[in-house]
């Protein structure tokens, strides 16, 4: 809680929008439908984006240089009102980002919906925490004689590299949040998903940034890696796999000038254990959610499940049924529930792992896909969960049984993945669910519900070990880590001039 965090919560200021996108009714889901896909067919027309050249690379980072200094010393407010601004403006433009999910994201109109709520929470979250934030220096209790005062500033010119899962949310997240603290930003967003991207920059300077402040690169890992290693960047906020955000780390230490922070939010293989009192309707409608939303394209996503072994056979038929229900499809088509996997070589690595399962475990369900970049929902069950040793993203579940008095294994087990982002527990006992909680240090951990769609300034998100390196994205502690600290201490004592340098301070 606030007083706990010493940081206020900006309660007053900010109120998520997301909700639980099924709370969208039937007419209007046909109309924003029928809306989106005459955009989506126009969009499709429009021309190709081009990789970034290494030399547009190096003069953005100068440019963005010299865009930091008048950007950090625009008041916070000031800030705060353009972020307020841009979430009005994304608010105004729903349909459009809901068209461009669709066809460049492949999105269902669920996930879609789900995402622009989320990228409008994190424009207002950050909007109002910063103001809290960074408007006013905060007075430090101290000796009498002396004033002291500590600010938060700007780094610099702040490397923001975005995945492809939330094209639109975590792009903006991270960008909303390092111009929050006053950077200038560089983005790279996934070179699956350049035309969202470039889209919500053109937003973002009509809602007032500055084009100095905010530039984009388009691009691969080459052009991610050269951003990376410039001298003169001030910091990077990375969302993507744990080998990428190592070799970002590396990069970072051996580079030439300041010292920087790295921020990175990375993969996790994500457990939910279910023991013998949990209520099993309620545990087949979380897993699925779980499991298979959004293709299983989340990093929140489950992907290793306990069950007791007591009330396995039932759990596993009734989380079989469910998931073998699900529509998969187009994801255009507003009854979808299951869209494509990326791109053909997510597909195919999916395959290559569920053809590896067939020999390795056993199968309790395995559909067929239609024709193109769709994946169904898979089911499989392990004897050991250390035969699963990667995230696999995508639609697939492994189950792995345990019996009551081997729950201390189940949990070394989660442990020993090295993981630490999402877990969910399923019980009616509350010992039992203090104890998985005591135990394991993962970064959400969700009792008796789903574990995906974390909503901003509500459930902060991100995990540790394998899984990053914190603060939590939409939390209380995320801007302060973008930003630089200056600790002002002034002898009040002192005759002159200092009146007038404490009042230019508070
Ligand atoms: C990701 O998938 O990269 O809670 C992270 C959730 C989302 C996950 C985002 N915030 O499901």
Request: a negative charge; glycine letters at 10%.
């Amino acid at each position: 809680n606030a007083a706990h965090s010493g940081i206020p919560l900006p309660v007053d200021l900010y109120r998520p929008q997301r909700e639980n996108s099924h709370g969208v009714e039937l007419g209007e889901r046909k109309a924003l439908q029928t809306l989106t896909s005459a955009i989506a067919a126009e969009r499709k027309a429009s021309p190709a984006i081009n990789t970034s050249t290494a030399e547009q690379t190096n003069a953005v980072i100068t440019a963005a240089q010299r865009g930091f200094k008048a950007w950090n010393g625009t008041p916070a407010a000031q800030r705060a009102a353009i972020l307020d601004k841009a979430a009005d403006l994304l608010e105004q433009r729903r349909a459009h980002f809901l068209a461009l999910l669709q066809s460049e994201g492949g999105k269902t109109l669920d996930d879609a919906l789900s995402e622009v709520r989320e990228a409008i929470d994190f424009c207002r979250y950050y909007a109002a925490l910063g103001q809290q934030l960074f408007g006013k220096g905060e007075t430090m209790p101290g000796p009498t004689g002396e004033s002291n005062v500590l600010e938060l500033r700007g780094r610099g010119a702040f490397v923001a590299i975005s995945p492809w899962n939330f094209p639109l949310a975590i792009f903006l997240g991270q960008i909303t949040a390092a111009l929050m603290a006053g950077n200038a930003v560089i983005a790279k967003p996934a070179e699956l998903t350049p035309r969202i991207a470039a889209e919500a920059i053109v937003l973002l300077h009509q809602a007032g940034v500055p084009e100095t402040a905010l530039h984009l690169v388009q691009g691969d890992g080459a052009v991610g890696a050269a951003l990376v290693s410039h001298p003169a960047i001030a910091g990077v906020v990375f969302t993507g796999s744990t080998e990428v955000a190592r070799s970002i780390h590396r990069t970072l230490a051996a580079k030439d000038g300041p010292i920087v922070p790295l921020i990175a939010e990375t993969g996790g293989i994500n457990a939910m254990v279910v023991d013998a009192t949990a209520l099993p309707e309620q545990v087949a409608d979380d897993v699925v959610t779980s499991a298979f939303r959004s293709a299983g394209q989340r990093c929140s996503a489950l992907r290793l499940l306990f069950v007791q072994d007591d009330v396995a056979d039932r759990m596993i038929e009734m989380i079989a049924g469910a998931a073998r229900e699900l529509k998969i499809g187009d994801p255009s088509e507003p009854s979808t529930q299951i869209g494509p996997v990326i791109d053909a070589e997510a597909k195919q690595r999916l395959d290559a792992h569920i053809a590896r399962m067939k020999q390795e475990a056993r199968v309790h369900l395995a559909a067929e896909a239609p024709a193109g970049n769709f994946v169904a929902p898979h089911i499989f069950e392990l004897s050991a969960a250390s035969q699963l040793t990667e995230e696999v993203f995508g639609p697939i579940l492994h189950v792995v049984r345990y019996r009551a008095e081997r729950l201390g294994d189940v949990l070394a087990a989660i442990e020993a993945t090295g993981f630490g982002l999402t877990l969910g527990i399923h019980s009616r006992i509350d010992d039992t669910i203090e104890h998985v909680i005591d135990r394991l240090q993962v970064g959400n951990i969700y009792v008796n519900r789903n574990m995906i769609g974390a909503v901003v300034g509500v459930q902060p998100f991100g995990g540790s070990g394998l899984s990053g390196t914190g603060p939590k994205a939409g939390g209380p502690h995320y801007l302060t880590r973008f930003a630089t600290e200056q600790t002002i201490t002034i002898n009040t004592a002192a005759a002159g001039g200092n009146a007038a340098l404490m009042a230019g301070v508070e």
